[in-house]
């Protein structure tokens, strides 16, 4: 055995045992969507499941609300654009940009939540989430949809839809890991069931990924 050898055989135990044993929460969606392609704005109604795999409980639940990067001029969104020398949404008008106009959280498993932040809200909840129980909440809101200027987005009648709901911030060993929308970097986030109802005008046309229901 030589000697490299013999120094990940020693650290690779120690580094399993500070990992701990490995969890993966899970947040299953059921929500009903509704676009009025004329004021471009979306209204949701729905609930998230939030199933607690960790060995933690857990008194609270932020949740993400990145699509309020396009509300401020002074996100990190917006920073990280003129940064990178673009500064078509520094410039841009305030009908052109978007977000949460309204939002309630809700539900048998929630206490109370705290005002949000531009674009985190946490959610109390009513008692701490042993590991293994699950928290029931619910979500009405509604979502102007900005003119495009990143992922998000809308250019004459084509919406483009990302990030447009709540959810959770994903939890680990580490605890919470809490980000802000960015125009360049990726998100990582729960697995879990979706079960969207989309309603559009009736010569509307819906590209996604899932599987049909009709």
């Known amino acids: 055995m030589t000697l490299v050898t013999m120094v990940i055989a020693v650290l690779l135990p120690l580094y399993t045992q500070a990992q701990g044993d490995y969890f993966q929460q899970q947040t299953d969606f059921n929500l009903d969507v509704k676009l009025d392609p ?82 985190l809200l946490w959610v109390v909840l009513a008692k701490a989430l042993a590991p293994g129980d699950q928290a029931f909440i619910t979500i009405s809101y509604t979502l102007k949809i900005p003119k495009t200027f990143s992922r998000m987005g809308r250019d004459g009648t084509s919406h483009q839809m990302t990030q447009w709901y709540p959810k959770p911030a994903l939890y680990n060993h580490e605890g919470w890991n809490i980000m802000p929308y960015l125009d360049y970097g990726e998100y990582f986030n729960d697995f879990g069931d979706y079960e969207v109802s989309i309603t559009l005008p009736q010569n509307g046309i819906v590209a996604a990924t899932g599987v049909p229901s009709d």
Do not use: C, M
Not at 76 to 83: E, H, L, M, S, T
């Open 38 to 119: 004329e004021s471009h704005r979306l209204t949701v109604a729905g609930s998230l499941t939030y199933s607690n795999n960790s060995p933690d409980a857990l008194d609270s639940i932020p949740l993400h609300l990145w699509a309020n990067a396009y509300s401020d001029k002074e996100s990190a969104y917006a920073k990280q654009k003129r940064r990178l020398g673009d500064v078509t949404f520094a410039f841009a008008k305030q009908e052109d940009l978007g977000g949460y106009e309204e939002i309630k959280i809700g539900g048998p498993s929630v206490a109370y939540t705290n005002q949000p932040e531009p674009e």
